[in-house]
């Protein structure tokens, strides 16, 4: 159980740290998605 | 898209994520000792410690673009000598990939608050490690920025040498996990 519990908290602290780009990313109105792709997607999604 | 910010604010962006891992682990390691029902808040020690901790906490956050833009990458280079002097001393062992990882939090889980600390140690790691001025990572893409503008031929070796170098690590520390 807590070997479970020491797991999610490792997959939480990715999540956190990624989700600290996100939120960079969103205050200077960059798309994640574009971001992520590496190539603006205009009309495509 | 990003490559058209200005440097501090695409190193804002690019180091938000090892800021983010050094936050978690500075709340945890300063934090943590208050989990133990014996440690009061009425002890003024404590209360400095854990003014102190919020303080540098709220700190990080304010300063968070100049510390992404000057002091991530410094710390890439001071996790490079770090790397470099435990390899020297341990050999093999100074380092570990997912096996590791795994075996090391079977170990180390007692109890919520001993998982707790295991989180926070693996949240610094993931902080150092990603400062490594190498360009998949994040603290290599706050210097690309930077080597962009010695050329696009510079660039493209910085880029590609760093690609390589990153793939070798995990090939590396994936072998270093079997041979255990």
Known sequence: ?45 | MIEALPYRESAAIFGAGPLANLLFWLAVFFLEPFFDPGVSLANPQNQLIATATFSLIAFVIYARKALSAYVVPLLGLATIALVVFALLKFGSQAVGGPVSIVKAAGKSSSNFVSALHFAGFMSLNLALFNALPIYPLDGGKIVDKLVGRLGERTQNIFRMFGIALVLALILGVILSDCFK
Not at chain 1, 5 to 34: C, G, N
């Open chain 1, 1 to 45: 159980m807590l070997f479970t519990v020491t797991i999610a908290l490792i997959v939480l602290l990715l999540v956190f740290h990624e989700a600290a780009h996100w939120f960079e990313m969103s205050r200077r109105k960059i798309s994640v998605v574009e971001a992520g792709l590496g190539f603006p997607t205009g009309r495509l999604l």
